[in-house]
Structure formats: structure tokens, C-alpha cells
């Protein structure tokens, strides 16, 4: 799957769930630059709803 249709992914879950329930997204990839840039798409989503455990 495209960066691009993950990040989309990431925000249709996001969205549906909006303060209904918490999400917990997958970023892992074998590219470490799109594990990044996954994350950072998730912080920039999350607005003070991210945990890092």
C-alpha cells in the first residue's frame, strides 16, 4: 500500500472514531523514512490525543 493511501487510511480511522474511542495505528515499514513519516503524519492527526506507551 502507498504512503499515500496509509496516511488516507490513518485519517479515515481517526476520524470515525473521533472522541468515540482511542486508535492505535500502525507505522511500521522495512523504509525507515516512511516509518517517519508515517509517525509524524499520525502527531500532526493526533491534536493532544497521541500516547506513547
Not at 14 to 41: F, M, P, Y
Amino acid at each position: 500500500m502507498s504512503l499515500t493511501k496509509r496516511k488516507r487510511e490513518m485519517f479515515i480511522a481517526v476520524d470515525e472514531c473521533a472522541d468515540k474511542a482511542g486508535t492505535i495505528r500502525s507505522i511500521s515499514d522495512q523504509n525507515l523514512g516512511n516509518v517517519l513519516e508515517l509517525g509524524r503524519h499520525a502527531q500532526g492527526q493526533a491534536k493532544g490525543r497521541l500516547s506513547s506507551y
